[in-house]
């Protein structure tokens, strides 16, 4: 501890504790509110992300806390189930992240194709900027994307006519996109450090305050213990219902995947120790199991504060547990400066958020790897804003899985005609799977009447079951059309996975 202090880690680990503090404070209370749960469950897990995960952390830069990834399960699982029966399922999330740390598979985590996590993100995104756009405007926002969007023009004319929301707020809004995107590109080089989100919080909090407008403000509890709402046996046993399991199961997955893809992303940005990935997924799993017990929201390890942290020059993990005893004393010593902000002010943030989710200059860096990989990304993220965010991911690993498919059994069929009439021959080099029957079926229909076939397999690599039954089936019916294949069966055979082996 004392080489600590003396190699100077403490002050560069305290600046960027402050520095991922100030990040931190909006945010969670902004993704709190978009999940539709009060702003303290929002710190309650910032404070858990930063100290107690902080304290086991397998990834020695990265920040955990409220994710805007996981917002939009959180609305969906409330608004079907109840606030009562998030605490358990992110309980059974956590205690499944556990164990996958546990058993070692942290690593498997990262298998997920950068195409569909791409997507994942990018749909998440539209989704924030769908129902966040309303609450912009202290409008109450729709259960699902496309309704968000469909909405809009009758909030807006809503609006402006006082029947529901407030052009007051929908100004606060605006005015906070506005900050943000001015700091982003105009803010001195000396003063990097500072947030953007929360020059716009503070300055437009102030602007509300003094002006005396009418907008609706964040409801932060003055005792922050009392926003803890430990789950009931009742609730425990809700866990029964396949629908809270699939839910449980699905926030584990989407937590670990982005929790580990971000380790990866901060591990390039700095030279420092690298991640162990199974226990970053066991802290995250420690970390999710206390949310669960306090009935707040899931955590994951979030890019933004991470990235913030890496360029603050923080050199441990100090740095993130600093951050959460800030979070801890400002919710606990200040709660009544925070229910100044107006709501208006953290929508704008996560619209703002959400837009940069959305980043559409990934299709032409993603097209290096083939445009199929860009396909999949801008598939997955159709798929989450038409359907829903497991729907969504589910379809962008079967279209990976699809194109996976395609790419392994690449098969050349080439029909040669003879010099000598009545003879031909039927080439196929590659792999021959049920995804090419339909290429050979169609050559071989153009095989004329009255020919004798060659099949040709020295460049066939492998043959599955129904590329065979075709190839027989044809033989057997050949001579119905006075053809006649012929082949080295044995050869054949010997490219069926199995066979080869048993010869």
């Not at 910032?46 to 609305?75: D, H």
């Not at 001195?188 to 305050?209: E, H, N, W, Y």
Request: aromatic residues 6%; contains cysteine; proline residues 4%.
């Amino acid at each position: 501890m004392s080489n600590y202090f003396k190699q100077g880690l403490f002050g560069r680990d305290l600046l960027g504790s402050i520095v991922v503090f100030l990040v931190a404070l909006p945010l969670c209370m902004g993704i709190a509110i978009a999940s539709g749960m009060p702003p303290a469950a929002g710190l309650i897990t910032g404070i858990v992300g930063g100290i107690v995960v902080g304290m086991v952390a397998g990834s020695p830069l990265q920040v955990s806390g409220p994710a805007a990834g996981l917002a939009v399960l959180v609305f969906e699982l409330v608004r079907e189930h109840g606030v009562m029966a998030l605490g358990p399922v992110v309980l059974l999330a956590g205690l499944i992240q556990i164990a996958a740390g546990l058993c070692r598979v942290g690593v498997w985590f990262r298998m997920c194709s950068p195409a569909v996590v791409a997507g994942m993100l990018s749909g998440i995104g539209v989704l924030i900027v769908a129902s966040q756009l309303h609450v912009l405007m202290d409008a109450l926002p729709k259960a699902r994307g496309l309704e968000n969007f469909a909405a809009l023009p009758g909030a807006v004319i809503d609006a402006v006519q006082g029947d529901s929301g407030s052009m007051t707020a929908l100004g606060v809004g605006v005015a906070t996109i506005a900050i943000m995107l001015g700091w982003e590109k105009l803010r001195p080089a000396k003063l990097r450090f500072v947030p953007g989100a929360l020059l716009a919080v503070v300055s437009l909090t102030a602007i509300v305050q003094f002006g005396g407008l009418s907008v609706k403000t964040v409801d932060v509890p003055a005792n922050l213990l009392s926003a803890v709402s430990l789950p009931s046996f009742g609730n425990m046993a809700g866990l029964l219902e396949p629908s809270l399991m699939i839910a449980a199961l699905t926030f584990a997955f989407i937590a670990s995947a982005e929790t580990l893809l971000s380790a990866a992303a901060v591990d390039r940005m700095h030279d420092g120790a690298r991640t162990n990935y199974d226990r970053e997924l066991t802290a995250q799993g420690i970390g999710n199991t206390l949310c669960g017990l306090l009935g707040a929201l899931p955590m994951t390890g979030v890019i933004v504060r991470s990235a913030a942290n890496v360029q603050a020059g923080s050199a441990t993990r100090m740095a993130t547990i600093m951050h959460g005893g800030l979070l801890l004393v400002f919710a606990s010593l200040l709660p009544w400066l925070m229910r100044m902000t107006p709501v208006a002010c953290l929508a704008g943030i996560l619209v703002f958020t959400g837009v940069k989710m959305v980043n559409f200059k990934q299709v032409k860096s993603l097209a290096e790897y083939g445009k199929g990989t860009a396909w999949i990304y801008v598939g997955t993220t159709v798929a989450i804003v038409a359907t829903d965010l497991l729907a969504g991911v589910l379809i962008g690993f079967a279209l990976s899985l699809f194109r996976l498919a395609l790419r392994s059994s690449r098969l050349k069929v080439a029909l040669d005609h003879h010099d000598e009439p009545g003879t031909a021959s039927l080439r196929l080099e590659g792999s021959a799977t049920f995804l090419r029957v339909p290429s050979v079926a169609r050559t071989l229909e153009r095989v004329p009447p009255n020919t004798r076939l060659q099949l040709e397999v020295d460049r066939l690599h492998h043959v599955d079951q129904a590329c065979l039954e075709l190839l027989r089936e044809w033989g057997r019916n050949a001579s119905a059309r006075g053809c006649e294949l012929v082949v080295d069966w044995q050869q054949l055979n010997q490219r069926v996975e199995g066979v080869r082996r048993a010869a």
